[in-house]
């Protein structure tokens, strides 16, 4: 599959089925992620895999869009190791670093038949507390991820398009 019929194929999973990743997998979508581009090469980002029963319980308590995933990828940036724009006071990289990395995740996940949504609403502190994140880590997103149960299919929002003038302008 290219990469268009990829990235067009990909829809957030909001049901899972309990069916464990295999460690192949993970380790690929892992790869993935390593490789995206971040700030100066700064690689600043973290990820947590989220995935024993303590955890699961931890995380599935502190969001309700966990969706019954047997995974959840939990990423952040470190407040230190971000590149800060020198031109612009206030503007840093991390959460641009992280998402990059999270779509790499996400979509190489895809094309191994794994499903994954992102995930914004959770208590970010609190999550931090309950992981014991280091204090210089902040969280962006969760990804649930597994294989879709069966039955599952793409919100109406999945196909939802402005129109391609009202999102590119060209200047
Ligand atoms: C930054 C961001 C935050 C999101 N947060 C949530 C969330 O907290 N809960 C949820 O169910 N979906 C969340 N989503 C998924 C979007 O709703 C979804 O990607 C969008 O509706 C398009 O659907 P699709 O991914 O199936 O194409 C989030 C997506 C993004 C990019």
Redesign the pocket.
Known sequence: MGFLELAKA???V?KFSDRPVEQEKLDRIIEAAMIAPTGKNSQAWRCYVLRSEEAMEKINGLSR?IFGAPMVLLFTYHTEEEWHNPLEEGIHSGVEDVSIVATHAMLEAWELGVGS?????FPNTETERAFGLPENERSV?LMPIGYAAEGCV??P??SESRPVDELVKYL
């Open positions: 990909r829809y957030s909001r869009c949504i992102w995930v914004n609403y997103l793409p919100s929002h999945h």
